[in-house]
């Protein structure tokens, strides 16, 4: 058995190096997706970062509401809602409503600008890295 997988592994040419003429398009086509991956994972992350920002912020703010501030901490006075008497209840918890909906998208783009530098850096660093070793011979045909 150990010789007919010898002699079936000799019999194999081994991968040839890309072409360095092809070197830039197939670097871009196995890093465009590494990097996309990991852009959408910092997306997912800086939404997550806006709705626990805007729920940190609002159950603060809505802590300092006098009266009515309970029925705001459990209502619909969620990010993304109208921030109306009908989602909010009092007054307070509207304004709190508006002001955290302010800071947390404030938040998320802060998090985007980051996540769309991060995706251009991602596809420079990893085509160049690979383009060197393609052009080198160290990158074999798939």
Not at 8 to 35: F, G, K, L, N, V
Not at 68 to 76: C, D, E, P, V
Not at 81 to 106: I, L, N, V, W
Request: overall charge neutral; some cysteine.
């Amino acid at each position: 058995m150990w010789a007919m997988l010898l002699h079936a592994s000799m019999a194999q040419p081994p991968p040839a190096p890309i072409p360095p003429s092809e070197c830039p398009s197939y670097c871009t086509s196995r890093c465009t997706p590494i990097c996309h991956g990991d852009s959408d994972a910092m997306a997912r992350r800086c939404s997550s970062i806006r709705s626990d920002e805007y729920a940190r912020c609002f159950n603060g703010c809505a802590g300092q509401c006098h009266g009515n501030s309970g029925y705001a901490r459990s209502s619909s006075c969620v990010i993304d809602s109208p921030c109306s008497p009908c989602a909010c209840g009092s007054p307070c918890a509207q304004r709190c409503c508006k002001s955290c909906t302010g800071s947390a998208d404030g938040a998320y783009s802060m998090c985007m600008m980051g996540q769309s530098k991060d995706f251009s850096y991602c596809l420079s660093s990893c085509t160049n890295v690979c383009t060197s070793e393609c052009v080198n011979g160290t990158v074999f045909a798939p």
